[in-house]
């Protein structure tokens, strides 16, 4: 098998194939980063061509899914064989991916890639397929090496992105937060231990939290009898003085006060914070 590209993430993936007793042949546009591969069992290849004309398989993990196309134009003979992309992309992409590879007679997975690069091959590491099931058959047993947590969830090639990109919305913007968050906590003094102590227990209530929003707006329920948008504005305005009083760059609490604000113009305000679905 192939693995094209191999950064951050794609050297992490040709270590774990090769480890798993697989015949990994790598490349990579900057040769040194494939040929620090060969410690592990990776055979790094001069090009794209002689890495992926053999493969039945190629996993292309670059930095984005025109990388990927531009590199895979100078392959020839990729008919017959399965390109499981990680490389990101919005699902149109994917869908466009599909099409190209489709015309020269090879297969599409698309993935998403829910971890670090030191996770992969553990338990813990989430790793989602989409395409046909026939194709995820084919391939499963390797692509699991990858994660415990692996798993094809759409015969829609457009499924893994669309996922990976809808959750990304919440998971970037809580990370970004946080960083606002813990950068005036630090400035105000309060030791890194207690800031531990506390993001442990807002874990557990925004997990609550997260439960009780998604079935909201599922449901399109949005009465509250806990805690009303005004309630939450109020608060939000009054974050956003503490942070910006700190001397914090609070660009995401800012969007977090204008939006709850948005809520309350459009008579949202006594309803629950999953409303704000509504603007
Ligand atoms: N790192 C993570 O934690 C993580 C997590 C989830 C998903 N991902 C996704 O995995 C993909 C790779 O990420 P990474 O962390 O490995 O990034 P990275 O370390 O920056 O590596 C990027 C890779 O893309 C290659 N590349 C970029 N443009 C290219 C081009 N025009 N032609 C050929 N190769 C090209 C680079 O080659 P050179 O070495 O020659 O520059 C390198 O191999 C990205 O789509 C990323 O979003 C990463």
Known sequence: MAVLGCGLMGSALARRF??????????????ARAEALASGGVRPAASVEEAARE???????MSDIDAARQALRSVRGLAGSTVVNLSDGTSDDVADLERWLGEQGADLLDGATFCYPEQIGEPTAMLVFSGPSRTWEKHELILKLLGGRTRHISDDIRGAKALYLGSGAFFVTALTGFVESTACLLRRGHALEEIRDTTAYALELLRHATEEVASSIESGR???DQATIHVFADGARKVLGEVESAG??????????????AAERAGLGHLGYSAQSLL
């Open 55 to 61: 493969a039945r398989l190629a996993v292309v993990c």
């Open 248 to 261: 914090i760059e609070s660009s995401v609490m800012a969007a977090v006060a204008r939006k709850l604000d």
């Open 18 to 31: 090769a480890s798993g007793g697989l015949a990994v042949t790598a490349w990579n546009r900057t040769p």
């Open 222 to 224: 949005h009465e509250t």
